[in-house]
């Protein structure tokens, strides 16, 4: 698992290892505030050097949701980044399995 509290600006969650493939099964994030927060989820495919928006939701207050619809995969050094409206407001959570391809 991989925990964070998302902000305003882009922050990495997790970063797939460089002799290692990552499979994320969720990526659950609970609106802390009390108002509605926008947030946006990426992954960056480190052999492309491009981003991809990967989920985007407006949670209401208190609300939780898993923004991953289905696994995503990740190789070598890609990562998954994000952000929200307001700093400090929300939490995430990926669950991840991590698979080394040198054993």
């Known amino acids: 698992n991989a ?6 600006s882009n922050t990495t969650f997790y970063t797939s290892p460089s002799d290692s493939r990552a499979i994320i099964q969720n990526i ?16 960056h495919d480190y052999s492309a050097n491009v981003s991809y928006e990967i989920a985007h939701d407006q949670l209401a207050s208190k609300e939780t949701v898993n923004l991953a619809k289905g696994p995503i995969i990740l190789q070598e050094n890609d990562y998954i980044f994000g952000q929200t409206d307001n700093n400090n407001s929300a939490t995430l959570t990926l669950a991840i399995l991590e698979i080394n391809r040198n054993e």
Request: hydrophobic letters at 35%; proline letters at 0%.
């Open 3 to 8: 925990f964070a509290n998302l902000t305003t």
């Open 28 to 43: 659950q994030v609970a609106n802390d505030n009390s108002n509605n927060n926008n947030v946006e989820i990426y992954v």
